[in-house]
């Protein structure tokens, strides 16, 4: 149990609800149904939460939703202990822990009925349980309405919020200690999520975005949750999208942060390859770097600076600021590098100042430590008009459409390696 010694979906773009003052909610748990419900009519969701895998569900009565599209289920299908403890109506609350100091919880999902709260981990209910939610989170009332996990990082401790009405309980992992607040400004949840580091607030078919700490809500609120939780026809979010296939693939740049977040971008599109157990989506470039637009040539990181290559022009952005570009940007590649564009691909080493530039089957070195930059060693490469280049720990990968090559490190050898596949796995498209 807690603290024992025995240790995104949604759509790219913003539409405002044109009925967004219309009061779209019903009673949590009255419905106990046997035909199955259909989340694309519009419906308020009982709890939301992500499994240890990365699946999310969506619980509305007896029934629940594996993943953004699909038809719902019988919840004791799946979570079958809940209907021996509990004639299950509804869920009241749902998430799932993070606490890396405790692997017995971390990534276990906890669920809440009335006073009690179930511990489920690959499916299975946990030995011990279910208990009462005071004896596992002293302070928390019973008969929640929503709940959702908060790393430390996006709150100040590894913390759950609870709500409850209006009133939301903010609760210290470690400490067990509990801060009470009234976030008079926001919706009265009745499933929160968590979702590629962002927090949503289910009211109704509606959501809103919310900051975790503060509250407040993040940008133009309510939206129809149809338009961007789910594939629904008619409606925003995947109607009639396809995914890609893998052998269509085609990378134009691939970078990972100092915080660890890692980005793939193709044509005018990114997706995040850190997050895949929250599913794989791609959003504009523009969406988060705000002065691009089009295709990127190259992209790399240096400290907590993310540089974007275009053409002949380079654009540094703060990562720590949500990709601030930084004043004077963008400038001259020939100004800021030494070398002159456009570029095939750029990667950096981890814990090194040499940024490795490809250009057609050539490669530059250049220390960006250096002042002024400029090129340190020039030399032939193996491979033809790579498309992306990215360095970890595990070496060096260059990509070229849908396969890549691995090298050791950046002196590739004059032997060609094995290519290899991209996979359904890491960038989310069809096999």
């Known amino acids: 149990m807690l603290g024992s010694s025995s240790d995104a979906a949604p759509v790219q773009h913003d539409v405002m609800i044109k009925d967004a003052a219309e009061d779209h909610s019903q009673p949590k748990g009255e419905d106990h149904h046997y035909a199955k419900p259909d989340r694309c009519k519009g419906i308020e969701f009982d709890a939301i939460t992500p499994d240890e895998k990365g699946n999310t569900f969506f619980f509305k009565g007896d029934h629940l939703w594996k993943g953004f599209s699909g038809p719902a289920e019988l919840s004791n299908n799946t979570f079958k202990e809940l209907d021996d403890y509990h004639h299950l109506g509804h869920v009241d609350a749902a998430f799932r822990m993070h606490h890396q100091d405790d692997l017995s919880v971390h990534d ?11 511990s489920y981990y690959n499916y299975t209910l946990e030995q011990g349980y279910p208990v009462e939610i005071q004896q596992e989170f002293p302070g928390i009332p019973s008969h929640l309405d929503a ?8 709150c100040i401790t590894d913390s759950v919020l609870f709500f409850k009405d209006n009133e939301i309980y903010s609760f210290d992992i470690k400490t067990k200690s509990v801060k009470k607040k009234v976030w008079a400004h926001l919706p009265n949840c009745k499933s929160a999520f968590r979702w590629l580091e962002h927090y949503y607030c289910f009211h109704g078919y509606n959501f809103t975005r919310f900051h975790p700490v503060s509250g407040d809500v993040m940008g133009a609120y309510p939206k129809d949750a149809r338009k961007y939780f789910m594939r629904c026809e008619g409606f ?5 999208a396809k995914k890609q296939r893998c052998s269509e693939v085609k990378l134009n740049a691939i970078t990972t942060d100092d915080k660890g ?9 990114y997706m995040r390859l850190d997050t895949h157990r929250d599913g794989s989506h791609h959003f504009p470039i523009s969406k988060l770097w705000k002065e691009i637009s089009g295709v990127v040539d190259a992209v790399f990181d240096y400290g907590d600076n993310m540089y974007i290559i275009q053409s002949d022009q ?14 004077g940007y963008p400038k001259p590649l020939k100004e800021e590098l030494g070398i002159d564009g456009p570029v095939d691909a750029a990667f950096l080493c981890p814990n090194q100042h040499i940024v490795n530039i490809i250009q057609g089957q ?3 070195d250049i220390d960006l430590a250096a002042t002024p930059r400029a090129v340190k060693m020039e030399r032939p490469i193996p491979i033809p008009k790579i498309d992306a280049g990215f360095c970890d720990a595990d070496g060096v990968k260059v990509f070229i459409g849908p396969e890549y090559y691995s090298y050791q490190s950046p002196v590739m050898d004059e032997i060609k390696p094995t290519p290899q596949k991209i996979s359904p796995e890491k960038f989310g498209c069809e096999g």
Do not use: N, W
């Open 314 to 327: 380079v654009y540094i952005y703060k990562s720590a600021a949500h990709f601030t570009l930084i004043e």
């Open 236 to 240: 925003g979010h995947g109607d009639g």
């Open 261 to 269: 977040r890692s980005y793939a971008f193709q044509d005018a599109m």
């Open 147 to 154: 709940a959702v996990e908060c790393p430390k990082g996006e």
């Open 362 to 364: 050539k490669m530059y």
């Open 108 to 118: 276990h999902i906890y669920f809440f009925l009335d006073d009690k709260v179930f």
